[in-house]
Protein backbone atom coordinates (compact mmCIF):
# COMPACT_ATOMS: atom_id res chain seq x y z
CA UNK A 1 0.00 0.00 0.00
CA UNK A 2 2.36 2.75 -1.41
CA UNK A 3 0.11 6.68 -1.66
CA UNK A 4 2.93 8.67 -3.91
CA UNK A 5 3.43 11.89 -1.85
CA UNK A 6 4.72 14.93 -3.28
CA UNK A 7 6.08 18.03 -1.47
CA UNK A 8 6.09 21.53 -3.12
CA UNK A 9 9.59 23.78 -2.06
CA UNK A 10 10.12 27.05 -2.55
CA UNK A 11 14.19 26.83 -2.80
CA UNK A 12 15.90 29.27 -0.67
CA UNK A 13 18.57 29.60 -3.05
CA UNK A 14 17.18 30.46 -6.59
CA UNK A 15 13.96 31.12 -5.63
CA UNK A 16 12.59 28.11 -7.51
CA UNK A 17 9.78 25.50 -7.01
CA UNK A 18 10.61 22.07 -7.10
CA UNK A 19 8.98 19.05 -5.43
CA UNK A 20 10.42 16.12 -3.70
CA UNK A 21 9.09 13.05 -2.46
CA UNK A 22 7.47 13.02 1.07
CA UNK A 23 9.37 12.06 4.08
CA UNK A 24 12.94 12.81 2.81
CA UNK A 25 14.26 15.94 5.41
CA UNK A 26 17.34 16.26 2.26
CA UNK A 27 17.11 16.58 -1.24
CA UNK A 28 18.41 18.40 -4.17
CA UNK A 29 17.00 21.65 -6.07
CA UNK A 30 16.01 20.28 -9.52
CA UNK A 31 16.45 24.14 -10.75
CA UNK A 32 19.73 24.76 -9.17
CA UNK A 33 21.20 21.58 -7.38
CA UNK A 34 21.57 23.19 -4.03
CA UNK A 35 21.32 20.55 -1.38
CA UNK A 36 18.14 21.22 0.84
CA UNK A 37 16.73 20.38 4.19
CA UNK A 38 13.34 20.73 5.57
CA UNK A 39 14.00 22.48 9.24
CA UNK A 40 11.64 21.13 12.01
CA UNK A 41 13.41 22.44 15.14
CA UNK A 42 13.43 18.46 16.07
CA UNK A 43 9.64 18.20 15.92
CA UNK A 44 7.77 16.16 14.03
CA UNK A 45 7.56 16.98 9.99
CA UNK A 46 4.00 17.94 9.04
CA UNK A 47 3.06 18.60 6.12
CA UNK A 48 -0.68 19.94 4.85
CA UNK A 49 -2.83 18.82 1.32
CA UNK A 50 -4.74 21.89 -0.36
CA UNK A 51 -8.47 21.39 -1.13
CA UNK A 52 -8.49 20.77 -5.11
CA UNK A 53 -12.65 21.58 -5.09
CA UNK A 54 -13.40 25.05 -6.37
CA UNK A 55 -16.62 26.51 -4.49
CA UNK A 56 -18.75 25.63 -7.68
CA UNK A 57 -17.49 22.36 -7.64
CA UNK A 58 -18.63 21.75 -4.14
CA UNK A 59 -22.00 23.42 -4.60
CA UNK A 60 -22.36 20.85 -7.52
CA UNK A 61 -21.40 18.05 -5.37
CA UNK A 62 -23.67 18.93 -2.59
CA UNK A 63 -26.50 18.81 -5.14
CA UNK A 64 -26.07 15.95 -6.96
CA UNK A 65 -25.75 14.65 -3.15
CA UNK A 66 -28.32 16.13 -1.71
CA UNK A 67 -31.26 17.29 -4.35
CA UNK A 68 -30.63 14.87 -7.29
CA UNK A 69 -34.61 13.60 -6.50
CA UNK A 70 -35.87 17.14 -6.79
CA UNK A 71 -37.14 18.66 -9.69
CA UNK A 72 -35.47 21.62 -11.34
CA UNK A 73 -36.48 24.64 -11.62
CA UNK A 74 -37.95 24.26 -15.68
CA UNK A 75 -39.50 21.07 -14.48
CA UNK A 76 -42.21 20.13 -16.34
CA UNK A 77 -43.37 17.72 -13.84
CA UNK A 78 -45.73 20.38 -11.51
CA UNK A 79 -44.87 21.89 -8.77
CA UNK A 80 -42.21 21.01 -6.61
CA UNK A 81 -43.26 20.07 -2.84
CA UNK A 82 -40.11 19.80 -1.21
CA UNK A 83 -38.15 22.96 -1.00
CA UNK A 84 -34.33 22.09 -2.04
CA UNK A 85 -32.03 22.24 0.74
CA UNK A 86 -29.46 25.04 -0.02
CA UNK A 87 -26.24 24.80 1.06
CA UNK A 88 -24.88 27.18 3.48
CA UNK A 89 -21.28 28.48 4.97
CA UNK A 90 -18.34 26.14 3.13
CA UNK A 91 -15.66 25.52 5.50
CA UNK A 92 -12.26 23.52 5.07
CA UNK A 93 -11.21 21.06 8.00
CA UNK A 94 -7.76 19.94 8.00
CA UNK A 95 -7.74 16.30 8.84
CA UNK A 96 -4.53 15.08 10.65
CA UNK A 97 -3.13 11.46 9.91
CA UNK A 98 0.27 9.60 11.32
CA UNK A 99 1.96 8.88 7.77
CA UNK A 100 4.14 5.72 8.85
CA UNK A 101 6.70 4.11 6.78
CA UNK A 102 9.44 1.41 7.48
CA UNK A 103 10.97 -1.77 7.06
CA UNK A 104 8.56 -4.35 8.49
CA UNK A 105 10.28 -8.11 9.11
CA UNK A 106 7.10 -10.91 10.06
CA UNK A 107 9.52 -14.08 11.73
CA UNK A 108 7.67 -17.45 11.95
CA UNK A 109 8.58 -20.57 12.91
CA UNK A 110 5.64 -24.17 12.47
CA UNK A 111 7.96 -26.52 13.74
CA UNK A 112 8.93 -27.84 10.18
CA UNK A 113 9.87 -24.47 8.05
CA UNK A 114 10.89 -21.15 9.38
CA UNK A 115 9.59 -18.04 7.32
CA UNK A 116 10.59 -14.60 7.25
CA UNK A 117 9.07 -12.15 5.29
CA UNK A 118 10.27 -8.75 4.74
CA UNK A 119 9.28 -5.32 2.89
CA UNK A 120 8.63 -1.80 2.93
CA UNK A 121 5.79 -0.66 4.47
CA UNK A 122 3.61 2.52 4.59
CA UNK A 123 0.17 3.43 6.40
CA UNK A 124 -2.00 6.18 6.97
CA UNK A 125 -3.86 6.89 10.65
CA UNK A 126 -6.16 8.98 11.67
CA UNK A 127 -4.61 11.66 14.17
CA UNK A 128 -7.97 12.72 15.39
CA UNK A 129 -11.15 11.19 14.48
CA UNK A 130 -14.09 13.34 15.53
CA UNK A 131 -14.57 14.43 12.31
CA UNK A 132 -15.13 12.50 9.07
CA UNK A 133 -15.48 9.01 10.21
CA UNK A 134 -15.82 7.73 6.85
CA UNK A 135 -12.06 9.01 6.24
CA UNK A 136 -10.22 6.38 8.25
CA UNK A 137 -7.11 6.47 6.10
CA UNK A 138 -6.01 8.04 3.30
CA UNK A 139 -4.16 4.64 1.51
CA UNK A 140 -4.77 3.13 -1.60
CA UNK A 141 -5.45 6.32 -3.77
CA UNK A 142 -5.11 6.57 -7.51
CA UNK A 143 -4.24 10.27 -7.26
CA UNK A 144 -0.70 11.70 -6.85
CA UNK A 145 -0.97 13.87 -3.12
CA UNK A 146 0.56 17.19 -3.23
CA UNK A 147 1.21 18.32 -0.17
CA UNK A 148 3.18 21.69 1.33
CA UNK A 149 4.91 22.10 3.71
CA UNK A 150 3.13 23.28 7.45
CA UNK A 151 2.92 26.70 8.18
CA UNK A 152 0.19 27.79 11.01
CA UNK A 153 -0.10 31.20 9.36
CA UNK A 154 -1.80 29.93 6.48
CA UNK A 155 -4.74 29.09 7.61
CA UNK A 156 -7.95 31.95 7.02
CA UNK A 157 -11.15 32.10 8.73
CA UNK A 158 -13.34 29.12 6.97
CA UNK A 159 -10.49 26.81 7.79
CA UNK A 160 -10.34 24.36 10.93
CA UNK A 161 -7.43 22.52 11.87
CA UNK A 162 -8.18 19.89 13.78
CA UNK A 163 -5.85 19.08 16.97
CA UNK A 164 -3.96 15.73 17.28
CA UNK A 165 -5.67 13.75 19.03
CA UNK A 166 -3.73 10.44 18.90
CA UNK A 167 0.00 9.78 19.79
CA UNK A 168 2.62 8.89 18.03
CA UNK A 169 2.94 5.90 20.70
CA UNK A 170 -0.83 4.98 19.74
CA UNK A 171 -0.04 5.59 16.29
CA UNK A 172 2.93 2.90 16.51
CA UNK A 173 0.60 0.07 17.91
CA UNK A 174 -2.06 0.90 15.93
CA UNK A 175 1.06 0.43 12.87
CA UNK A 176 2.06 -3.01 14.20
CA UNK A 177 -1.00 -4.37 14.90
CA UNK A 178 -1.64 -3.27 10.91
CA UNK A 179 1.56 -4.93 9.45
CA UNK A 180 0.46 -7.66 10.94
CA UNK A 181 -2.79 -8.12 9.73
CA UNK A 182 -3.75 -10.98 7.47
CA UNK A 183 -0.05 -12.99 8.53
CA UNK A 184 -1.15 -15.11 10.85
CA UNK A 185 -1.36 -18.89 10.34
CA UNK A 186 -3.12 -21.49 13.41
CA UNK A 187 0.16 -23.87 12.38
CA UNK A 188 2.66 -21.71 13.46
CA UNK A 189 3.94 -22.27 16.78
CA UNK A 190 5.93 -19.22 16.55
CA UNK A 191 5.45 -15.94 14.79
CA UNK A 192 6.49 -12.09 15.55
CA UNK A 193 6.29 -8.74 13.87
CA UNK A 194 8.63 -6.18 13.86
CA UNK A 195 8.45 -2.57 12.37
CA UNK A 196 12.70 -1.57 11.98
CA UNK A 197 12.77 2.45 11.42
CA UNK A 198 9.70 3.40 10.85
CA UNK A 199 9.45 6.92 10.42
CA UNK A 200 6.20 9.25 11.44
CA UNK A 201 4.76 12.35 9.46
CA UNK A 202 1.98 14.67 10.42
CA UNK A 203 -0.28 15.22 7.55
CA UNK A 204 -3.18 17.54 7.49
CA UNK A 205 -6.05 16.42 4.38
CA UNK A 206 -8.64 18.61 3.63
CA UNK A 207 -12.07 18.01 4.10
CA UNK A 208 -14.77 19.91 2.63
CA UNK A 209 -17.43 20.85 4.79
CA UNK A 210 -20.48 22.42 3.95
CA UNK A 211 -23.38 23.64 7.01
CA UNK A 212 -26.94 23.24 5.80
CA UNK A 213 -30.34 22.85 7.40
CA UNK A 214 -31.41 19.05 8.27
CA UNK A 215 -35.11 18.63 9.42
CA UNK A 216 -34.79 15.16 10.99
CA UNK A 217 -31.50 16.67 12.98
CA UNK A 218 -31.67 19.66 15.55
CA UNK A 219 -29.27 22.27 14.81
CA UNK A 220 -26.58 22.13 11.89
CA UNK A 221 -25.65 19.63 10.17
CA UNK A 222 -22.42 19.70 7.84
CA UNK A 223 -22.47 17.04 4.61
CA UNK A 224 -18.66 16.19 4.31
CA UNK A 225 -16.72 15.89 0.91
CA UNK A 226 -13.23 15.00 -0.07
CA UNK A 227 -11.35 17.80 -0.79
CA UNK A 228 -9.02 16.12 -2.96
CA UNK A 229 -10.95 13.31 -5.09
CA UNK A 230 -14.66 15.60 -4.61
CA UNK A 231 -16.53 11.89 -3.12
CA UNK A 232 -19.40 12.65 -0.94
CA UNK A 233 -18.27 11.56 3.08
CA UNK A 234 -22.01 11.39 4.55
CA UNK A 235 -23.09 14.07 7.04
CA UNK A 236 -22.07 14.70 10.44
CA UNK A 237 -23.99 16.95 13.14
CA UNK A 238 -21.65 19.83 13.64
CA UNK A 239 -20.74 19.72 17.34
CA UNK A 240 -19.27 23.24 17.42
CA UNK A 241 -17.59 22.03 20.95
CA UNK A 242 -15.61 19.84 20.08
CA UNK A 243 -14.27 21.15 16.92
CA UNK A 244 -11.38 24.34 17.18
CA UNK A 245 -12.55 27.07 15.33
CA UNK A 246 -8.77 28.65 15.55
CA UNK A 247 -7.77 29.43 12.60
CA UNK A 248 -4.19 27.72 12.30
CA UNK A 249 -4.57 26.10 15.78
CA UNK A 250 -2.98 29.45 16.80
CA UNK A 251 -1.15 27.84 20.48
CA UNK A 252 0.93 25.43 17.70
CA UNK A 253 2.59 27.63 16.18
CA UNK A 254 4.56 26.16 13.11
CA UNK A 255 5.87 26.22 9.99
CA UNK A 256 8.11 23.90 8.11
CA UNK A 257 10.91 25.86 6.66
CA UNK A 258 13.84 24.52 3.99
CA UNK A 259 17.41 25.32 4.19
CA UNK A 260 20.65 24.79 2.91
CA UNK A 261 22.14 21.56 3.51
CA UNK A 262 26.08 22.24 3.91
CA UNK A 263 29.39 21.11 6.05
CA UNK A 264 30.06 22.85 8.63
CA UNK A 265 33.48 22.50 8.09
CA UNK A 266 34.11 23.35 4.30
CA UNK A 267 30.54 24.89 3.13
CA UNK A 268 30.57 22.23 0.68
CA UNK A 269 27.04 20.66 -0.31
CA UNK A 270 26.44 17.38 1.86
CA UNK A 271 25.23 14.78 -0.26
CA UNK A 272 21.03 14.46 0.15
CA UNK A 273 19.37 11.16 1.35
CA UNK A 274 16.09 10.81 2.29
CA UNK A 275 15.83 10.95 6.12
CA UNK A 276 19.35 10.05 6.51
CA UNK A 277 20.86 11.69 9.78
CA UNK A 278 24.96 11.26 9.50
CA UNK A 279 26.78 12.95 6.73
CA UNK A 280 29.76 12.78 5.43
CA UNK A 281 31.30 15.34 3.77
CA UNK A 282 33.01 14.44 0.03
CA UNK A 283 35.16 17.49 0.19
CA UNK A 284 36.69 17.52 3.43
CA UNK A 285 36.13 13.79 4.91
CA UNK A 286 34.27 15.25 8.13
CA UNK A 287 31.09 13.43 8.89
CA UNK A 288 28.30 14.89 10.82
CA UNK A 289 25.72 13.96 12.67
CA UNK A 290 22.52 15.83 12.15
CA UNK A 291 21.17 16.73 15.56
CA UNK A 292 17.94 18.15 15.59
CA UNK A 293 18.81 21.74 13.22
CA UNK A 294 22.67 21.28 14.60
CA UNK A 295 25.50 19.71 12.85
CA UNK A 296 28.00 17.88 15.40
CA UNK A 297 30.99 15.89 14.17
CA UNK A 298 31.60 12.30 14.50
CA UNK A 299 34.66 10.72 14.73
CA UNK A 300 35.02 7.75 11.85
CA UNK A 301 35.74 4.17 12.88
CA UNK A 302 36.60 1.77 9.55
CA UNK A 303 36.62 -1.60 8.82
CA UNK A 304 40.15 -2.27 6.72
CA UNK A 305 40.48 -2.38 3.38
CA UNK A 306 42.28 -4.08 0.66
CA UNK A 307 44.93 -2.05 -0.77
CA UNK A 308 44.04 0.13 -3.48
CA UNK A 309 40.22 -0.18 -2.12
CA UNK A 310 37.59 1.58 -4.66
CA UNK A 311 34.21 0.72 -4.02
CA UNK A 312 32.03 2.63 -1.28
CA UNK A 313 31.78 2.34 2.94
CA UNK A 314 28.64 1.68 4.00
CA UNK A 315 27.69 2.52 7.61
CA UNK A 316 26.77 -0.59 10.13
CA UNK A 317 26.24 -0.39 13.21
CA UNK A 318 28.04 -3.48 15.32
CA UNK A 319 26.47 -4.62 18.41
CA UNK A 320 28.25 -6.82 20.99
CA UNK A 321 25.62 -8.93 22.48
CA UNK A 322 25.06 -11.82 24.43
CA UNK A 323 21.77 -13.55 24.50
CA UNK A 324 19.57 -15.67 26.93
CA UNK A 325 15.88 -17.60 26.90
CA UNK A 326 13.81 -18.80 30.07
CA UNK A 327 11.92 -20.92 28.09
CA UNK A 328 14.58 -22.78 26.16
CA UNK A 329 17.21 -22.37 29.41
CA UNK A 330 19.61 -21.23 27.72
CA UNK A 331 23.06 -18.20 27.67
CA UNK A 332 24.76 -17.70 24.79
CA UNK A 333 27.41 -14.89 25.01
CA UNK A 334 30.31 -16.46 23.33
CA UNK A 335 30.95 -17.45 19.80
CA UNK A 336 31.17 -21.01 21.12
CA UNK A 337 27.67 -20.79 22.76
CA UNK A 338 26.53 -19.94 18.90
CA UNK A 339 28.59 -23.12 17.53
CA UNK A 340 26.40 -25.42 19.67
CA UNK A 341 23.20 -23.45 19.33
CA UNK A 342 23.10 -22.41 15.57
CA UNK A 343 21.91 -24.55 12.82
CA UNK A 344 25.58 -26.11 11.10
CA UNK A 345 26.98 -23.90 13.81
CA UNK A 346 29.95 -26.59 14.46
CA UNK A 347 30.86 -26.70 10.98
CA UNK A 348 30.46 -22.61 10.44
CA UNK A 349 32.24 -21.65 13.41
CA UNK A 350 35.15 -24.16 13.66
CA UNK A 351 37.56 -21.13 12.98
CA UNK A 352 36.69 -19.07 15.37
CA UNK A 353 37.63 -18.79 18.98
CA UNK A 354 35.27 -19.56 20.75
CA UNK A 355 35.61 -17.04 23.70
CA UNK A 356 35.24 -14.26 21.24
CA UNK A 357 31.77 -12.45 22.32
CA UNK A 358 29.16 -12.30 19.94
CA UNK A 359 28.83 -9.95 17.13
CA UNK A 360 26.53 -8.44 14.95
CA UNK A 361 26.46 -5.78 12.23
CA UNK A 362 23.46 -3.97 11.25
CA UNK A 363 23.41 -1.80 8.00
CA UNK A 364 22.36 1.54 9.61
CA UNK A 365 20.42 2.33 6.31
CA UNK A 366 16.33 2.42 5.93
CA UNK A 367 16.93 0.34 2.69
CA UNK A 368 14.17 0.31 -0.26
CA UNK A 369 14.82 -3.72 0.08
CA UNK A 370 14.14 -4.90 3.60
CA UNK A 371 15.09 -8.11 2.56
CA UNK A 372 18.76 -7.75 0.82
CA UNK A 373 19.42 -5.31 4.12
CA UNK A 374 18.79 -8.53 6.72
CA UNK A 375 20.01 -11.28 4.34
CA UNK A 376 23.20 -9.34 4.17
CA UNK A 377 23.51 -8.62 7.75
CA UNK A 378 22.44 -12.38 8.43
CA UNK A 379 25.55 -13.42 5.98
CA UNK A 380 27.64 -11.63 8.54
CA UNK A 381 26.20 -12.35 11.72
CA UNK A 382 26.44 -16.02 10.47
CA UNK A 383 30.34 -16.28 10.34
CA UNK A 384 31.13 -14.28 13.05
CA UNK A 385 34.57 -13.18 11.44
CA UNK A 386 36.90 -11.17 13.42
CA UNK A 387 37.13 -7.79 11.08
CA UNK A 388 39.37 -5.29 11.75
CA UNK A 389 38.90 -2.21 12.62
CA UNK A 390 41.33 0.46 10.77
CA UNK A 391 42.72 3.91 12.26
CA UNK A 392 44.10 4.77 9.29
CA UNK A 393 42.96 7.82 6.55
CA UNK A 394 40.10 8.18 5.17
CA UNK A 395 40.87 9.26 1.21
CA UNK A 396 38.63 11.99 0.36
CA UNK A 397 37.63 10.37 -2.92
CA UNK A 398 35.79 7.74 -0.70
CA UNK A 399 32.29 7.13 -1.00
CA UNK A 400 30.39 6.89 2.08
CA UNK A 401 26.80 6.03 2.49
CA UNK A 402 24.73 7.85 4.66
CA UNK A 403 23.43 6.43 7.48
CA UNK A 404 19.70 6.70 8.07
CA UNK A 405 18.55 4.19 10.63
CA UNK A 406 19.98 5.26 14.45
CA UNK A 407 20.76 2.88 16.82
CA UNK A 408 17.77 2.04 18.64
CA UNK A 409 16.39 1.60 15.26
CA UNK A 410 19.25 -0.68 14.30
CA UNK A 411 18.41 -2.70 17.86
CA UNK A 412 15.25 -3.75 16.46
CA UNK A 413 16.27 -5.67 13.70
CA UNK A 414 18.89 -8.14 15.88
CA UNK A 415 15.78 -10.12 16.96
CA UNK A 416 14.40 -11.08 13.64
CA UNK A 417 18.27 -11.35 12.14
CA UNK A 418 18.84 -13.53 15.10
CA UNK A 419 15.88 -15.40 14.41
CA UNK A 420 17.50 -16.04 10.70
CA UNK A 421 20.70 -16.81 11.97
CA UNK A 422 20.16 -19.21 14.46
CA UNK A 423 18.18 -20.40 11.96
CA UNK A 424 16.52 -24.55 13.49
CA UNK A 425 13.21 -25.50 13.66
CA UNK A 426 13.00 -27.83 16.47
CA UNK A 427 11.53 -27.46 19.68
CA UNK A 428 14.19 -26.08 21.57
CA UNK A 429 14.57 -23.10 19.41
CA UNK A 430 10.66 -22.09 18.92
CA UNK A 431 10.89 -22.15 22.96
CA UNK A 432 14.10 -19.70 22.27
CA UNK A 433 12.46 -17.23 19.36
CA UNK A 434 9.36 -17.09 21.78
CA UNK A 435 11.23 -15.53 24.99
CA UNK A 436 14.69 -14.56 23.87
CA UNK A 437 16.14 -11.42 25.23
CA UNK A 438 19.45 -9.55 24.22
CA UNK A 439 21.57 -7.66 25.90
CA UNK A 440 24.09 -5.24 24.33
CA UNK A 441 27.28 -4.61 25.81
CA UNK A 442 28.78 -2.47 22.87
CA UNK A 443 27.27 -0.54 20.29
CA UNK A 444 29.55 1.28 17.50
CA UNK A 445 29.08 2.88 14.23
CA UNK A 446 31.48 1.39 11.77
CA UNK A 447 31.89 2.36 7.98
CA UNK A 448 32.26 -1.09 5.97
CA UNK A 449 34.00 -1.30 2.54
CA UNK A 450 32.54 -2.85 -0.17
CA UNK A 451 34.12 -2.83 -3.69
CA UNK A 452 32.09 -1.58 -6.41
CA UNK A 453 31.40 -4.54 -9.35
CA UNK A 454 28.98 -2.44 -12.02
CA UNK A 455 26.09 -2.21 -10.60
CA UNK A 456 27.05 -4.67 -7.34
CA UNK A 457 28.67 -4.55 -4.46
CA UNK A 458 31.08 -6.67 -3.27
CA UNK A 459 31.64 -7.89 0.49
CA UNK A 460 35.37 -8.58 0.58
CA UNK A 461 35.28 -10.28 3.96
CA UNK A 462 32.46 -12.96 3.19
CA UNK A 463 32.81 -12.94 -0.36
CA UNK A 464 29.08 -12.00 -0.94
CA UNK A 465 27.74 -9.96 -3.45
CA UNK A 466 24.47 -8.11 -3.50
CA UNK A 467 22.72 -4.90 -5.86
CA UNK A 468 23.49 -1.76 -4.94
CA UNK A 469 20.20 -0.46 -5.77
CA UNK A 470 18.65 -2.70 -2.70
CA UNK A 471 20.75 -0.53 -0.24
CA UNK A 472 19.85 2.89 -2.00
CA UNK A 473 17.70 4.23 -3.52
CA UNK A 474 18.45 5.60 -6.98
ZN1 LIG B 1 17.24 26.10 -6.18
ZN1 LIG C 1 33.47 19.64 4.35
Redesign the pocket.
Known amino acids: MQTSLFVSTR?P??N?S?RHLEGAHTFT?S??A?VLRCQTEGRTLKYVISPRLERDEIVVAFNEAFNKALPNSVSTSGSAEVSPCRPGRIKTIYKPFWYCKGMVYSCHSSGTKNGLDARAWSHTFEANSSVASALTTLGLRSEVLEADGFDSEQFGADDIVLPITKSKEEARKEAVAAAEWGVENPGWKYHETTIVGERFVLLYYPVIAVEYSDKEENGTTVALFDGVAGTGLGKEVYNKEESTEVPGNAEQEYRVKFVTHRCANCGHDLKPGDSALFFHCAECSRLWLLDGDDYRQQKITLLAANDGFKGAYIPFWRFELSLSSKAAGLELGRIGDLAEFMRMGRHTLRDEAPERPLRFFVPAMLAPNPGAVIKLAARIGTFQKELPVEPGEVAESDDFLNVSLPVQDAKEMLRPLIFLVIGRIDREAVKFYSDFEITVAKKELVWYPFEEKGAYLLDPFHNYTFPRRSLVEG
Open positions: CECGACFCS
